[in-house]
């Protein structure tokens, strides 16, 4: 009976815990979604079907603060409250004009038990400001002209993995594809790493298992909401086993560059000279590389996916952009040089449309440093309280991208990209916490985008179903495996 009494008081303790909380936003009045009992405003992952994405909820947070004609707005992960940006003024305002009050991006990190997950994205203030200075000249363009010649090199093996499938008449996976790539982009530019995933897998596979397991949407969305509780609880970030092995890899590299005085001005020396200056200690150096790893594995990865499955479906963009590059190798004497691929005006526009569909990283997180007031708002966001931009939301707003589901590059040509409303085109971010690679990362969709039109000709294979659901971030799994028919392009697909 006791038991029971016991029993029954943390059950009713608990529910009433869960109820005040959600009453954050009313006690403070600020405007908000309503929430469901327990899950917020999520979906309840027990009775739901649909098995919606976190950028997936934060877009019909969007929509719903949008509808309700506001301009942001709180909402509840679980019941955790958190307040949505819905106008890209507000994003000027937190990510640049007034950084100080933003910097932080309270992303969870598992100091204690798992120290490999403190980076670049999770390091906080001072350790964050000099970690980015020092990491600020990897992506220069003249080390970006050199990555150029070894990004080829990945593209030539890409080649030779589509002339294969060509030959035998098999199709694509675009989102293996799109892995393959990238782990090869980032382990030969940034760690000098030879890996051939074209060929052998096992590289790529590991780098996909850094964060992938079933548990993937409960343990992340569970950190997000509550990091103080998921680090009490030891939740790790990354898998340990895989994450284990990469880092016992990467010490390898280093051994074989010490041992034979090879020295590259990549990202992994960056890394061995600021530990020889003692600046960081091992744990850190494994951290930041695994971070490099999976920050472009993570994201060029999902856009090489989609960028073969638009190709695939829009024809007429694929023989439009395989005309531009002609034109541009005629120029260049059949060179394809860096200059020559900077120089295709309508890959930068295919691109650019790519993220703007697509973003890779569909949410922005801040947190505010200090109590800070909104330019208009009436109420006032307390300090620590956690901040999120819907980066998919606004690239998916009609008043800022009319027809936002129609994929046309054209919205970004030299007349139209004018026009695109300041800070409702994000998708690397903005300020001084925007993405550190988002040169190569361009450069590296580029290269790859150029070879694959330049030597294939794409076409959708007739078992995917349409329409495919885009879930990405945390994700970045397509619906659907999207499976390309491909042909040389000097022969015609029947
Ligand atoms: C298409 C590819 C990519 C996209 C769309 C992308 C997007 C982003 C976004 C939106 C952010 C957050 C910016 C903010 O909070 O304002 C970010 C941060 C970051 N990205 Fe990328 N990224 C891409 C590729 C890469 C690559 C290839 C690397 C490294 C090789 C990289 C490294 C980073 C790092 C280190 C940060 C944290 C920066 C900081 O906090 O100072 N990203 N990225």
Redesign the pocket.
């Known amino acids: 009976m006791q038991i029971f009494s016991i029993f029954a008081f943390i059950i009713v303790t608990l529910i009433a815990y869960v109820k005040w909380s959600q009453t954050h936003w009313k006690r403070r009045r600020v405007p908000h979604l309503e929430p469901s009992f327990l899950f917020g405003n999520f979906e309840n992952p027990i009775i739901s079907k649909s098995k919606r994405s976190m950028p997936a909820h934060f877009l019909e947070f969007y929509r719903k603060l949008k509808e309700k004609g506001l301009k942001c707005g709180g909402v509840y992960t679980y019941f955790a409250p958190m307040f949505v940006i819905a106008d890209p003024a507000y994003n000027k305002h937190i990510?640049l004009k007034n950084f100080h009050e933003f910097h932080i991006?309270d992303f969870y990190c598992n100091k204690k038990d798992q120290p490999v997950s403190l980076n670049?994205?999770t390091s906080e203030g001072e350790d964050?400001r000099k970690l980015?200075i020092k990491?600020n000249p990897t992506f220069t363009t003249a080390k970006m002209k050199i990555m150029f010649d070894l990004m080829m090199e990945v593209a030539k093996s890409m080649g030779n993995y589509f002339r294969g499938h060509a030959t035998r008449k098999i199709p694509i996976n675009a989102k293996q594809c799109g892995e393959y790539y990238t782990t090869d982009i980032?382990a030969t530019c940034?760690f000098g790493l030879d890996c051939n995933s074209f060929k052998n897998s096992t590289f790529s596979d590991l780098v996909k298992h850094l964060m992938h397991d079933s548990f993937r949407f409960t343990r992340i969305s569970f950190c997000f909401a509550f990091p103080k509780l998921a680090n009490f609880l030891g939740v790790p970030l990354f898998i340990p086993k895989p994450t284990q092995y990469i880092c016992d890899l990467l010490d390898k590299t280093v051994k074989e560059r010490v041992g034979s005085n090879i020295a590259r001005k990549d990202?992994r020396q960056i890394i061995m000279d600021l530990k020889r200056q003692h600046e960081i200690n091992d744990t850190e150096a494994h951290g930041h590389c695994v971070?490099?790893l999976l920050?472009?594995f993570e994201?060029?990865g999902v856009?090489l996916t989609f960028a073969l499955f638009e190709l695939a479906v829009n024809q007429e963009i694929q023989t439009r952009l395989r005309n531009e590059i002609n034109k541009v190798l005629n120029k260049y004497g059949g060179e394809s040089s860096y200059e020559a691929i900077y120089s295709i005006k309508y890959l930068d526009m295919f691109i650019n449309e790519i993220?703007r569909k697509y973003?890779?990283?569909a949410i922005?997180?801040r947190t505010s440093v200090t109590d800070v007031r909104l330019p208009d708002a009436d109420f006032v966001i307390e300090k620590g309280t956690k901040i999120v931009i819907p980066?998919i939301g606004f690239h998916h707003d009609p008043e800022y991208f009319p027809e936002p589901d129609k994929f046309d590059p054209e919205r970004f040509s030299m007349e139209n990209k004018q026009n695109v409303k300041p800070y409702a085109y994000?998708?690397?971010?903005?300020?001084p916490?925007?993405?550190?690679?988002?040169r190569?990362?361009k450069q590296?969709?580029k290269v790859g985008i150029f070879s694959i039109v330049k030597g294939y000709k794409l076409k959708l294979n007739p078992t995917v179903k349409l329409p495919l659901e885009f879930e990405s971030s945390f994700g970045l799994v397509p619906a659907t495996d999207i499976l390309v028919d491909i042909q040389e392009a000097n022969q015609v697909i029947r």
Request: hydrophobic letters at 60%; charged letters at 10%; a positive charge.
């Open positions: 990510l991006r670049l994205v964050w980015r990491f980032v940034s990202f971070l490099f920050a472009g994201t060029m856009a993220l973003p890779p990283v922005l997180n980066v994000i998708p690397f971010g903005d300020g916490r925007s993405c550190i690679g988002e190569f990362a590296a969709l």
